[in-house]
């Protein structure tokens, strides 16, 4: 559909910081747009469903409407916009409709082409290039390079899958070399997290989708497979993960967990923090987790993490027991999804992609981002990334059995 254009063009913005108003705008416009898209489609069904399905689109609408400056403006960076968006991202990805969401990869994969032969254009053959030539060139546009690097795992991620979905060659082969693209961008962030979740994701979703088929092949070929789906996250993991911290004692790490257990044990602080956490504002929670108090010797000015670098700990130290829970039935939904989608797998070719394929890699994509780091504070555009992304695991029935409303 022409209005993913929009979606494409606010992603592309948002890596310049003087862009990002536009950028946020044509995001809200999107998301508007495919709202009404939806509550059309209900208007023109008849029933009660339909019609109740038809005003809370519309209210959604008018919710964006009344938060669009503040939004744009960034004026409630910490408070409910952030869920509200995360909400919205899953009501559109979980309402669109197989075809529409294989049209929307594409349009996320020439992103991820795009927004990559800009970063990798600044290549230097140093180490941390991009690290430094993002800082000083695109001047932060979203967030820091933590943020980028999420972005980037994410529309890797959705490129592979777009490229998975392809039925013609040619589209093949430009499908395939902007995942190829995204994922040395993701390289050249030096986040682990960007190196390692979407590798783990496409080889973790096949080897798992295709699990009753690998028996079928011949029994050294199978051997060989098995063997090397096995091995290769091990392989990814040391490269990325252990070897680069080997020499240094895995300081960062260590720092990393001791923020996390700072924010999840303060909760255990007394008034009530228990039960509801220390609310939206963090300036509380990270008054009890500075660099001295947690230990941090390390750091070069030491002051207060602004987040737990854990998406589970940082909402549950800011909204306690109820932050839990939330955990808890996002969590129900995506195992239930995923099961689904699992359950009604049957002997395929290994060559094939079912969309419980894309879906189970997307989720593994988005669990190992989020154990490490928080994903969703700090940047709106990454909010309704995830949500959207979310939306598409959650939505097992429809986009399984293919009985949407067909909106495209």
């Known amino acids: 559909s022409p209005i993913d254009s929009l979606l494409s063009i606010g992603l592309l913005l948002q890596v310049n910081d003087g862009s990002k108003e536009t950028s946020l705008a044509l995001l809200l416009v999107w998301s508007m747009a495919r709202l009404v898209k939806f509550a059309k489609g209900n208007c023109e069904n008849k029933g009660f469903d339909s019609n109740r399905l038809y005003i809370i689109y519309l209210l959604i609408v008018s919710l964006l409407i009344i938060q669009f400056r503040t939004i744009v403006k960034h004026d409630d960076e910490h408070g409910i916009t952030v869920f509200l968006l995360l909400f919205i991202g899953v009501v559109i990805g979980s309402g669109l409709s197989k075809q529409a969401w294989k049209t929307l990869l594409n349009w996320l994969s020439l992103v991820t082409g795009l927004l990559s032969i800009a970063l990798l254009s600044f290549y230097e053959d140093k180490y941390e290039w991009m690290a430094i030539s993002y800082r000083t060139t695109f001047n932060e546009g979203y967030g820091n390079i933590n943020r980028l690097a999420i972005v980037l795992s994410l529309l890797t991620i959705a490129s592979w899958y777009a490229f998975r979905q392809a039925r013609f060659r040619s589209s093949k082969v430009l499908l395939f070399g902007s995942t190829i693209l995204g994922y040395l961008a993701c390289l050249g962030t030096d986040s682990r997290m960007a190196a390692i979740s ?76 228990f039960l509801y956490g220390f609310g939206h504002q963090k300036e509380k929670i990270m008054e009890l987790c500075t660099d001295k108090l947690i230990g941090n010797m390390s750091a070069h000015a030491p002051g207060s993490p602004g987040h737990a670098h854990n998406t589970y700990a940082h909402i549950i130290g800011l909204h306690g027991i109820f932050g839990l829970v939330f955990i808890g039935i996002i969590g129900y939904l995506a195992f239930k999804s995923i099961k689904h989608y699992q359950s009604n797998t049957k002997l395929i070719s290994i060559s094939e992609c079912p969309w419980g394929e894309c879906c189970t890699g997307l989720f593994i994509t988005l669990f190992i981002d989020s154990i490490c780091t928080t994903i969703h504070v700090y940047n709106h555009s990454i909010q309704l990334l995830i949500g959207l992304i979310f939306g598409a695991i959650v939505a097992r029935k429809e986009l399984q059995n293919n009985h949407t409303l067909n909106i495209k």
């Open 198 to 273: 979407p590798l783990i994701g496409a080889i973790g979703s096949w080897g798992i989708t295709h699990r009753h088929s690998l028996f079928k092949i011949r029994k050294s070929y199978r051997t060989l497979v098995i063997s090397a789906i096995l091995i290769s996250p091990f392989v990814i993991i040391w490269q990325f993960v252990l070897s680069k911290d080997w020499s240094h004692g895995f300081a960062g790490d260590s720092t990393r967990l001791k923020i996390i257990r700072c924010w999840m044990n303060a909760i255990f602080t007394g008034h009530n923090r």
